[in-house]
Nanobody, 113 residues
Framework: VQLVESGGGLVQPGGSLNLSCAASGFTFSDAAMSWHRQTPGNEREFVARISSSGLNTYYARSVRDRFTIYRDVAKQTVLLQMTDLRPEDTAVYYC???????WGQGTQVTVSQ
């Protein structure tokens, strides 16, 4: 299983970023996918999840109405569109397939003036 996250960066409060996760090594179309984030000294926390069909999505309360998760089956990619970013969104963001403890290297998102 390989997961490669990208798209992070430095953005001002109120700004937007689009994260991407390229997945391989498993049957992407059969797996629900999720995004998680982690800050130093804290456990990884759930951000968003999308079902294998793409029809159902779930969000942490802190990001609901600001973040959107979606998937591109043809490209085996799961994306996270982040808007109205806040300093508390600063973290390393990871994607993960359902089942198994597989993680990529993550992508750093920093929200700061």
């Amino acid at each position: 299983v390989q997961l490669v996250e990208s798209g992070g960066g430095l953005v001002q409060p109120g700004g937007s970023l689009n994260l991407s996760c390229a997945a391989s090594g498993f049957t992407f179309s059969d797996a629900a996918m999720s995004w998680h984030r982690q800050t130093p000294g804290n456990e990884r926390e759930f951000v968003a999840r999308i079902s294998s069909s793409g029809l159902n999505t779930y969000y942490a309360r802190s990001v609901r109405d600001r973040f959107t998760i979606y998937r591109d089956v043809a490209k085996q990619t799961v994306l996270l569109q982040m808007t109205d970013l806040r300093p508390e969104d600063t973290a390393v963001y990871y994607c993960k397939p359902s089942g198994g403890n597989y993680w990529g290297q993550g992508t750093q998102v920093t929200v700061s003036q």
